[in-house]
C-alpha cells in the first residue's frame, strides 16, 4: 500500500501567491483530513471530508483557504492569497470510515513557506 | 474546546535509558492513540486503547490508559537512536467512532544524546 501522498513536499512561496497542496488518501479509505502544523499550535484540523463531502470546515482559518475533493483519491488545499503566518506543515491524511474507526493516516505533509 | 496536555514538552536522554511520558485531560476520553513523528514524515499510530485501565504493549513501548480516563501514559524501554522524534497522544471522548474528533496534545520531542 502506498500510503497517503503528498505534494509537493517543500513549497516556498511570495506573499500574495496562490498555493495549492494536493493529497491521494489510501484507497479505499472514506474519510479525508486537513491539518496544519506549528510549533505554537501543534497539529490543527483544518477541514474534513466523508465520501468527498465537506462535512466541518470549522477549523479553516479564514476565506483565504479553500479545500475540494472532486473524487475519493483527489484533495486539494488552497491559499489565496498566500501570508507569511501561513508558514507551517500541512497534513493530510486518511481514516478507513467516519464512525467505524478511528484511526489516522498521515502523509508526509508539505513545507510551505511563504516570504 | 477539549484540550490535552502533554509532558514533558521536551526530553534529552541518554541511549539506553527508559522514557516515560504522560498526557492529561481535564475532561473524559474513551480512546486514546499514541503517534510518533519522524523528523520530516507524517505522524505514525504507535499505539490504541480502548479501555480504562488497560495496559498496550508495542515492542519496546508500553503505553497505559488511566483508570479516571483523564490520562494516559506511553512507556519506552532502552531507548535507541531511532526513538528520536515527536510523540503525540491524541483522543476521543467516545468510542467506535471516527477519527474527525480526535484531540491531539502538542507532542514530546524526544532527543537521545549519545
Known amino acids: 500500500d502506498a500510503g497517503v501522498i503528498q505534494s509537493p513536499r517543500h513549497e516556498v512561496t511570495e506573499m500574495g501567491q496562490e498555493v495549492t497542496l494536493r493529497c491521494k488518501p489510501i484507497s479505499g479509505h472514506n474519510s479525508l483530513f486537513w491539518y496544519r502544523q506549528t510549533m505554537m499550535r501543534g497539529l490543527e484540523l483544518l477541514i474534513y471530508?466523508?465520501?468527498?463531502?465537506?462535512?466541518?470546515d470549522s477549523g479553516m482559518p479564514e476565506d483565504r483557504f479553500s479545500a475540494k475533493m472532486p473524487n475519493a483519491s483527489f484533495s486539494t488545499l488552497k491559499i489565496q492569497p498566500s501570508e507569511p503566518r501561513d508558514s507551517a506543515v500541512y497534513f493530510c491524511a486518511s481514516s478507513v470510515h467516519r464512525g467505524q474507526d478511528e484511526k489516522l493516516f498521515f502523509g508526509s505533509g508539505t513545507q510551505l513557506s511563504v516570504l | 474546546g477539549q484540550q490535552l496536555n502533554q509532558s514533558p514538552q521536551s526530553m534529552f536522554i541518554q541511549e539506553g535509558e527508559d522514557v516515560s511520558m504522560n498526557c492529561t485531560s481535564s475532561s473524559i476520553f474513551n480512546t486514546w492513540l499514541w503517534y510518533k513523528q519522524d523528523p520530516g514524515e507524517g505522524p505514525v499510530l504507535l499505539i490504541a486503547l480502548y479501555k480504562a485501565g488497560e495496559l498496550t504493549s508495542n515492542g519496546r513501548l508500553t503505553a497505559q490508559f488511566g483508570i479516571t480516563r483523564k490520562d494516559s501514559f506511553l512507556n519506552i524501554s532502552a531507548s535507541i537512536p531511532s526513538d528520536v522524534g515527536i510523540y503525540f497522544c491524541?483522543?476521543?471522548?467516545?468510542?467506535?467512532?471516527?477519527?474527525?474528533?480526535?484531540?491531539f496534545g502538542k507532542g514530546t520531542h524526544l532527543i537521545i544524546q549519545p
Open positions: 471530508f466523508n465520501n468527498n463531502v465537506p462535512i466541518d
Open positions: 491524541a483522543g476521543l471522548p467516545y468510542s467506535g467512532g471516527g477519527a474527525d474528533g480526535l484531540t
